[in-house]
T-cell receptor, first 109, second 115 residues
Framework: DAKTTQPTSMDCAEGRAANLPCNHSTISGNEYVYWYRQIHSQGPQYIIHGLKNNETNEMASLIITEDRKSSTLILPHATLRDTAVYYCIVIYNDYKLSFGAGTTVTVRA | DAGVIQSPRHEVTEMGQEVTLRCKPISGHDYLFWYRQTMMRGLELLIYFNNNVPIDDSGMPEDRFSAKMPNASFSTLKIQPSEPRDSAVYFC?????????????FGEGSRLTVL
């Protein structure tokens, strides 16, 4: 699996957009970018994934750069319930998800 | 729909005792995964099944750990004998055939403390 690099932590104001960066400079052409989050004491929760194009669902948007070496997860209107650890994962057709340390996001009122 | 159901949610046991963790995947899901999470090592994949058959158990730490899936709706992870270093949160996850390879549904976890 390609390695990903995320900031250790970041703060965000409630109601504002949260932009979470992820670097994956060694990503291969057929590898997907997945995002998960883990709220304290809960199991990880799938958020979104993409290959080349930007993606949006009810939870978030995923912006992937044209060279695919980095991506940004956008939480459009962060709430206190979005406080969690966010994981960026790169995989091909492989079920062995490797979770790194992730980014601890704290949403402040 | 009910999600992935794990039991027990919390288990405290003495070193040397047998521990059995249980998982009921989402109905219709063909893949089942067992993960372990610790502060030191983060989330680690232990083993996964496809149609009740173990596919990859390379993450199982040692022979004290074993996992079974006797049918499509039930799986167990057993530790015998347990040791303090096995203390962790154990997660079960499932996904259906045809879903994106990385789109898993996780349970709430079983927190194990071995004294």
């Amino acid at each position: 699996d390609a390695k990903t690099t995320q900031p250790t932590s970041m703060d965000c104001a409630e109601g504002r957009a949260a932009n979470l960066p992820c670097n994956h400079s060694t990503i291969s052409g057929n590898e997907y970018v997945y995002w998960y989050r883990q709220i304290h004491s809960q199991g990880p929760q799938y958020i979104i994934h993409g290959l080349k194009n930007n993606e949006t669902n009810e939870m978030a948007s995923l912006i992937i750069t044209e060279d695919r070496k980095s991506s940004t997860l956008i939480l459009p209107h962060a709430t206190l319930r979005d406080t969690a650890v966010y994981y960026c994962i790169v995989i091909y057709n492989d079920y062995k998800l490797s979770f790194g340390a992730g980014t601890t996001v704290t949403v402040r009122a | 729909d009910a999600g992935v159901i794990q039991s027990p949610r919390h288990e405290v046991t003495e070193m040397g005792q047998e521990v059995t963790l249980r998982c009921k995947p989402i109905s219709g899901h063909d893949y089942l995964f067992w993960y372990r999470q610790t502060m030191m090592r983060g989330l680690e994949l232990l083993i996964y099944f496809n149609n009740n058959v173990p596919i990859d158990d390379s993450g199982m730490p040692e022979d004290r750990f074993s996992a079974k899936m006797p049918n499509a709706s039930f799986s167990t992870l057993k530790i015998q004998p347990s040791e303090p270093r096995d203390s962790a949160v154990y997660f079960c996850a499932s996904r259906p055939l045809g879903q994106g390879a990385g789109e898993l549904f996780f349970g709430e976890g079983s927190r194990l403390t071995v004294l």
